[in-house]
């Protein structure tokens, strides 16, 4: 499931909807991206995330069949906010759900990898040193964690 | 053309979008900015150093040599920085 | 922080505890553990895991020490139940958070690895074919994925 | 000495726990699985293969020919299968 909102969500909720009703699953993996208050040496004021909606939507589709074509899942989520977020504030969260541990644990890391350089948003921090905003350039090392998975097929019939 | 701008790229154009019909000889990605940043500083400060501009055709990352006509939605931003940390 | 409890746990509350006032936390990495309804082609009717009190919560606040050695992390829980478990429960819950993804990502799968061949729990299957019970036998895979951590020596210098 | 018995173990022992006085002889863990064997035939099917047993003393995960002695709290039980799933 695909979710591109303002507001905030409650992790505890979304991982149990995520497994309501399914006792095939063994485990879920989540991951939960926050607003931190310091970014290279300067306190964060707060930020706001600028995304292209329709583009948003379908490149984490796009990402989430990836997911499921790479993983045996039984459930998966991606979460995505915009707008002005506050240090502490949730700013993503993905989940999968799996009978082993290992395909959730994996798809888990590879779809907020791959979210990094593949979803369109744009982040513009206030920062006690640029109150107008400074945007955030992209990290080379995110190109780098998207990339290694081009090298991992994940065995499915695996038993773990 | 619907041609879509993003983050700094919209702050130093100076809008989110914008109806256009496309030139004569403009076929490519890389003619659209050509001929925009001939329209205005705006624009020119924008397209300045294209190692940091991306862009979408259709909702799809494409290459500045991607073939583009009237009917295309393409958007013009800095490479992309989501997923929280 | 370690807990060994026979009640249910609400993994939104762990999360939120698990990041409460410090805003240089960046990811929360969590993995929930459930009880499966088939096992090996039978049906669970419900399972119980018997454990060394003592034992149990040494190990795992090692297995915690180890995680916050090999890792940059700002907090670290693992939630072990024990007693009597149905179809769908929680059996288990590790949470790590840090400043950047990987440290988080990478420290949680290696809880969940560890704690299988290292924390003293035992499982008893009540199912359809054999009611009194029967104890589950460790697998091979669960060690294999133990020890491929002997391998692995992350960079508390990265920045991703 | 202490020791402590866990899941089909405990039951083929019949006995969660018991506290003995080690006996002359025995100063391993495998000295003492010996002994134990010959106490009745709930502990010899107990230890019948040494293969599923482990043993922990002091709480530590140990190797049968670690030393003994009357302070330790010594735990046999087959190989852990915690961890959910």
């Known amino acids: ?3 591109v909102q303002l507001e905030d969500f409650d992790p505890g909720i979304e991982i ?3 497994s309501a009703d399914n006792y095939h699953i063994g485990g879920i993996s989540s991951f939960v991206g926050l607003v931190r208050d310091m970014y290279n040496d300067h306190k964060l004021i707060s930020m706001t995330l600028e995304h292209y909606p329709k583009m948003t939507e379908k490149m984490l589709e796009e990402i989430q069949s990836e997911a499921f074509k790479r993983w045996s ?3 998966c989520l991606i979460i995505h906010r915009y707008g002005q977020l506050n240090p502490g504030e949730k700013i993503v969260m ?3 759900a799996s009978l082993h541990r290992q395909d959730s644990l994996e798809s888990c890391a590879f ?6 350089t593949k979803a369109p948003f744009w982040k513009l921090e206030h920062s006690t040193e640029c109150d107008n905003g400074k945007w955030v350039e992209a990290k080379e090392d995110d190109n780098i964690a998207t990339r290694k998975w081009d090298k991992i097929i994940p065995n499915k019939a695996r038993d773990i | 053309m619907r041609i879509l701008y993003f983050a700094w790229i919209r702050e130093r154009v100076g809008c989110e979008s914008e109806e256009i019909t ?3 000889n403009v076929s490519t990605v890389q003619d659209l900015i050509n001929w925009l940043s001939n329209q205005g500083s705006g624009y020119q400060t924008a397209f300045g150093d294209l190692k940091i501009v991306r862009v979408a055709v259709n909702m799809e990352f494409s290459d500045f040599d991607h073939c583009i006509n009237n009917e295309d939605e393409v958007a013009f931003f800095p490479p992309v920085t989501g997923g929280g940390i």
């Open chain 1, 94 to 96: 993905v989940a999968t």
């Open chain 1, 111 to 116: 779809l907020i990898d791959w979210l990094k």
């Open chain 1, 73 to 75: 899942l039984e459930g």
């Open chain 1, 16 to 18: 149990d909807n995520l």
């Open chain 1, 1 to 3: 499931m695909i979710r």
């Open chain 2, 22 to 24: 496309l030139p004569q």
